[in-house]
């Protein structure tokens, strides 16, 4: 175990819960500078150790479970939690999210269409619309990955914080965390703060669905 296995798990499990590393230590009762990558080395420059203290309180404040922090230690991209149940295997539509946004994939209520996809096999889902996509870019790390398959359905219903797909009427697709949807606006938030926001008139974007299950 390295100090960065420890360090990326808490930066995921703040992301899992739609807050920076700050925002996690001041949910935790712990002062936000804690996990800021100042506090992750030493005056020396050596690396630190979060005390075992602020994990745990961490986990309680969030309700994850030390066999789920454990994963994320280990190197899985999100929480074992968001993945469906078992079940028998079910081949749905593959193509990268690079190329979503070109004509053909998609019809006008957004299910995918077309011959132009290939397939994946993965656990069961209940939309017979899904599919999947692979993450291409580095705009949902440490979340999702370059190359990790997300599994997107149209039909699951969609709220603040929700990770979603959206394709908008240029023709622009990208995956990101709705951050706010109004009557006028959707805002669109990127997980890496290296990448920008997005806000668009709610016209301007042709459909939004939900990220349901990602490869781990």
Known sequence: MKHEDIWRALDTLAAENGLSASGLAKRAGL????????????PDGRARWPSTESIAKVLDATGATMEAFTTLVSGARALASTAPPRGASRRVPL????????????????????GGWDEVSLPEIA??????????????????????LVIVSPAAPIRRGD???????????????????????????????AHPDYSFDLAAVTWIHRIIWASQ
């Open 31 to 42: 002062d936000p500078t804690t996990f800021n990558p100042s506090k992750r080395r030493m």
């Open 95 to 114: 193509i990268g999210l690079a190329q979503a946004g070109g004509d053909g994939f998609f019809d006008d209520g957004g299910y995918p269409v077309g």
């Open 127 to 148: 939309d017979p619309n899904a599919y999947a996509l692979e993450i291409s870019g580095d705009s949902m790390e440490p979340v999702f990955r370059d190359g990790d």
């Open 163 to 193: 990770r979603v797909v959206v394709r908008t009427a240029e023709g622009e697709v990208m995956a990101k965390q709705l951050a706010r949807r109004s009557a006028r606006r959707v805002e669109l938030k990127s997980l890496n703060p």
